[in-house]
């Protein structure tokens, strides 16, 4: 079974300021999605970013960019000029490409300072 | 145009009464996924339908049961309610697989409490 890991608990980051989140994640399959979902204290969950397993361009969006490390199984999420809104539980989630089933990770907890 | 919808939002039950949690997808979208999300921890896949048809389950027990009707909302059913049952139960969309399929979009969520 798929496994999704981020080894960072929680972490903080100074407004305006860059931050890296880690996630790590196990598969068999050569074939996959790779999302980043923000869950703020509203608990809703919403997608910020995705990559496709066969895509060797790293996703951006705006602030937001992944640095994905097919072989390494690595896929981390830079924010860049950190807002006060982006405050939020961040998960990491992997998806086959043959069944629509999403894996999460544990969620790291982003505090932005003023 | 409306996102993923649920119903109820909050909710407090007994154990062992039943519960029935709805949700209505984004229009235009035919698959629909339920995680279950303790506290403190990711969401954990329960089921998901794509057009009425049931095309995963994860390993949850028997007393959890899910449908989804013509016009492509569903019901999630728990029965026998534990209090570890206790959890936010999320709701997601997706279109066919492929292309914007791939991604699910999540409702807000209905909070349970078992008692």
């Known amino acids: 079974a798929q496994t999704v890991t981020q080894s960072q608990p929680e972490m903080s980051v100074q407004e305006a300021e860059t931050v890296t989140l880690s996630c790590t994640y196990d598969t068999s399959e050569s074939d996959y999605y790779l999302f980043w979902y923000k869950q703020p204290p509203s608990r809703q969950m919403i997608l910020v970013i995705r990559q496709e397993a066969y895509k060797q361009q790293n996703a951006t969006e705006n602030r937001f960019s992944v640095n994905f490390q097919k072989a390494a199984k690595s896929f981390s999420l830079k924010i860049s000029d950190s807002q006060l809104g982006d405050a939020a539980m961040y998960f990491c989630a992997y998806r086959s490409a043959h069944f629509n089933k999403f894996y999460f990770g544990s969620g790291t907890k982003l505090n932005v300072k003023p | 145009d409306a996102g993923v919808t649920q119903s109820p939002t909050h909710l407090i039950k007994t154990r062992g009464q039943h519960v029935t949690l709805r949700c209505s997808p984004i229009s235009g979208h035919k698959s629909v996924s339920w995680y279950q999300q303790v506290l403190g921890q990711g969401p954990q896949f329960i089921f998901q339908y794509y057009e009425k048809e049931e095309r995963g389950r994860g390993n949850f027990p028997d007393r959890f049961s899910a449908r989804q009707f013509p016009n492509y909302s569903s019901e999630l059913n728990v029965n026998a309610l534990l209090l570890g049952d206790s959890a936010l139960y999320l709701c997601?969309?997706?279109?066919?697989?492929?292309?914007?399929?791939?991604?699910?979009?999540f409702g807000e969520g209905s909070w349970l409490t078992v008692v």
């Open positions: 997601a969309s997706s279109g066919d697989p492929g292309s914007s399929g791939n991604t699910i979009y």
